[in-house]
């Protein structure tokens, strides 16, 4: 499968998982504010990383934040990327 670099071809839900995730919260916690099972979360947590070819959470979470899906304190937003 090709990798997928842009955000825009990610899914709502994956989008919200991935944003969530990448805010620290647990799958469980995730699984509970979107009312989906804690099964569901994970894999929605793999198929985003077997899409973006990133092979963990702290991958993921650069992503998140080089793409603009979370927002961190005193890191700039690169408008160009």
């Not at 994970?42 to 993921?60: S, T, V």
């Amino acid at each position: 499968m090709a990798k997928i670099r842009n955000v825009a071809t990610l899914t709502i839900n994956e989008r919200n998982v991935l944003k969530l995730l990448a805010e620290r919260n647990s799958v469980k916690k995730i699984a509970g504010n979107l009312n989906l099972s804690a099964k569901i979360v994970r894999a929605r947590k793999l198929n985003l990383m077997r899409k973006l070819g990133i092979h963990g959470r702290r991958q993921l979470t650069y992503y998140a934040v080089e793409n603009g899906i979370v927002v961190v304190p005193g890191v700039p937003i690169d408008p160009v990327a």
